[in-house]
């Protein structure tokens, strides 16, 4: 009877031993699979921050851009009045009445992540925002910039623009001068022109200001998930 007990307590004891070296085996292996999706998490918010500094210049660089545009507005706007401005600075300004920007943003980082699987990112909110940021605000201002048609000053303006003011312009070169003052009354159709261009200036402007402020606040978040 008590061998009969030994041998039945030694069974036990040899299942209890294979199931706690498999479980432990297969924590183990969870917890290594865990550790390496954390590493690879890492290493894809810190290349994705790196993008957004990146995309943070090229913004700030057209909404530059776009300010210029609006400073070339106003001074033609008062040149077509009969207000006094300076010629070199008419010259200058001249072709950021009607100049197109290219809205060009580095996505590889976060093309790697869907590819991945977005749920690697275990921050819920995190995961959100860079989400939105890519697949919103950047599509946006990606198509107010070469898609959305009231938006080309280029293709829209640049004929009438040139048409209207060759009277009084000189081109030498590579290098247009304007020489004289404006004459007569100003040109209610040029007018519209001018107030239509700098409307969508300001209106790129606005949505290049909320894409900046998405972009500083996802680098911050990053920075605060990656010193965790």
């Keep these: 009877m008590t061998k009969s007990r030994n041998s039945v307590s030694r069974f036990v004891l040899e299942i209890f031993s294979i ?19 954390r590493i690879i998490e890492r290493k894809t918010l810190e290349e994705i921050a790196i993008e ?11 909404m530059k ?11 033609f706007q ?23 920007y290219v809205s060009i943003t580095n996505t590889t980082a ?7 699987g977005i749920e ?55 290098r247009i001068r304007f020489v004289k003052p404006h004459k007569g009354k100003p040109d209610q159709k040029m007018l519209l022109i001018l107030r239509e261009i700098k409307q969508w200036r300001l209106f790129n402007l606005m949505s290049y200001q909320e894409t900046e402020k998405g972009i500083l606040k996802l680098i911050e978040d990053i920075e605060t998930e990656l010193n965790q």
């Design 19 to 37: 199931f706690l070296g498999v479980t432990i085996a297969f924590l183990a292996n969870h917890w290594n699979e865990l550790r390496k999706e």
């Design 52 to 62: 957004l500094q990146s995309d943070l210049s090229d913004i700030r660089n057209n």
């Design 65 to 75: 851009g776009h300010e210029l545009g609006i400073d070339a507005v106003n001074m």
């Design 78 to 100: 008062d040149y077509n009045h009969g207000k006094p401005v300076n010629y070199d600075s008419l010259s200058i300004y001249f072709e950021r009445l009607y100049r197109d």
């Design 110 to 116: 976060y093309e790697t992540l869907r590819l991945r």
């Design 120 to 174: 690697i990112i275990t921050n819920d909110q995190l995961r959100a925002d860079i989400v939105n940021l890519y697949d919103f605000a950047y599509e946006i201002i990606q198509k107010l910039e070469e898609e959305y048609y009231p938006a080309q000053f280029h293709k829209n303006y640049f004929n009438d623009i040139s048409e209207y003011y060759k009277e009084y312009i000189e081109i030498e070169g590579q």
